[in-house]
């Protein structure tokens, strides 16, 4: 049966992969030809042009499988639906900001997923990313994968990647809708990330992991946390995974969870000149940093639909019910997109004289430290103050 290949998806008149590598803008009356010929089944029936353009860009297969790349146009299509499938672990690591909460793990059902995955496609979601806790301690995590390859969405997940088996190996491979893996790794010095991680091996088998998939073209981030002792950890990783093509995110750690019980590893606060100094240490320069945190909104209170194991929509995954009621948007998914629709987050420090150009920074962040959701983000003030201080020209 001639088919779309499930790598693609159609949104509008464009089509690209899932993986983002590829987009093309189609003729709208070629988008609308292929909506009716694929909605009665029947794609073989359009201009053989047509068929031998597609055929020969691997956008047209032979597959028994049927696979329905459009995406439906509907007010939804912005939302990103972040799904927490579980809070139970392979690893125990000292900053982990879900702390005694994991000792009562809890995971989501299978079922209750895929119905929740229909809906969002329903509604014209198209953006649906996964994270845990470790989501590959799941027994159906690979039926999940496979299941998600014929379904017009793009995913990321969020692993450590240890201790993964072959078939989590093969199923991430082969999963079409994979457009990231973000996974983590703190030290260049296995025997420190190990006890940073709370488990002997992590370094050793997340590395060997990240190798294989990155050889196996699975696109790979790898997210850094800063801590007091990394520095020097740090400029080697950066550089090791720059080498093998991998982009490094550096984070800070809330002080949340495990991270109360070990604060004396982190930060708590003036750490925006350390952050500026290592991005220089890095090579970025100015306007590369700029850049970096003017694009770097993670859409709470806009586009942001998380779920979490307890099944209730929060805000995003550290505002959450726990602090405040209000943070709950809901227990569907509908309701949740209807109560975010209203929600309007935004730093209310009007006459800051960065308020033009700031994205604002984490709100969990604003709310610890300036105790409302709508305060400063102190981290970004300084770091947009260093970056002022220091540039040239912006
Ligand atoms: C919740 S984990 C889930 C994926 C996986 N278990 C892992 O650790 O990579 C996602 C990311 O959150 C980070 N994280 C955990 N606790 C944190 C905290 N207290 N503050 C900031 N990031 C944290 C982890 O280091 C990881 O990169
Ligand atoms: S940070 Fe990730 S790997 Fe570490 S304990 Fe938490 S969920 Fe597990
Ligand atoms: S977060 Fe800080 S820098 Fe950004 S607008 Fe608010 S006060 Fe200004």
């Excluded at 690209?16 to 003729?27: I, T």
């Excluded at 490094?248 to 109360?260: E, H």
């Amino acid at each position: 049966m001639l088919t779309f290949n499930n790598k693609y998806i159609i949104f509008k008149d464009v089509i690209f992969k899932k993986d983002g590598s590829l987009s093309y803008r189609l003729p709208k009356e070629l988008v609308n030809i292929l909506k009716v010929h694929n909605s009665s089944n029947k794609i073989c029936d359009i201009d053989d042009e047509y068929i031998k353009y597609f055929k020969n860009n691997s956008v047209f297969v032979e597959d028994d499988i049927y696979y329905n790349p459009f995406v439906k146009i509907e007010e939804a299509n912005k939302f990103r639906l972040f799904i927490q499938l579980t809070d139970n672990c392979n690893l125990n690591c000292r900053h982990c900001f879900q702390g005694d909460k994991r000792k009562k793990s809890k995971s989501m059902s299978f079922e209750y997923i895929k119905d929740l995955i229909f809906e969002a496609i329903n509604l014209g979601i198209y953006s649906i990313d996964f994270t845990g806790g470790e989501i590959f301690t799941l027994e159906y995590i690979d039926d999940l994968l496979i299941f998600l390859s014929n379904l017009p969405v793009r995913t990321s997940l969020f692993t450590n990647l240890a201790f993964l088996s072959e078939n989590d190996l093969d199923a991430i491979i082969n999963c079409s809708g994979i457009d990231n893996i973000i996974t983590s790794i703190d030290y260049f010095d296995p025997e420190k990330h190990d006890i940073f991680r709370g488990k002997k091996g992590a370094f050793k088998s997340t590395i060997k992991n990240i190798k294989f998939l990155k050889e196996n073209d699975v696109s790979i981030l790898v997210n850094t946390m800063l801590l007091k002792n990394n520095r020097k950890d740090i400029m080697k990783l950066v550089k090791y995974f720059e080498k093998i093509n991998i982009k490094t995110r550096l984070d800070t750690v809330t002080i949340k969870g495990n991270a109360k019980k070990n604060k004396d590893l982190f930060f708590i606060n003036e750490i925006s000149n350390y952050i500026y100094d290592i991005y220089k240490d890095l090579g970025y320069s100015d306007q590369d940093l700029y850049e970096s945190i003017i694009n770097s909104k993670c859409g709470v209170g806009e586009t942001l639909l998380y779920f979490d194991c307890n099944g209730e929509f929060q805000l995003c995954p550290g505002l959450t019910s726990d602090y405040n009621e209000k943070f709950k948007i809901g227990d569907t998914l509908a309701e949740a997109i209807q109560n975010l629709n209203s929600f309007r987050i935004s730093c209310k420090e009007n006459s800051c004289e960065y308020h033009g150009v700031c994205t604002y920074g984490c709100r969990e962040r604003a709310l610890e430290y300036s105790d409302s959701i709508f305060g400063k983000d102190f981290r970004m003030c300084e770091l947009l103050n260093s970056l002022y201080k220091n540039m040239y020209v912006l």
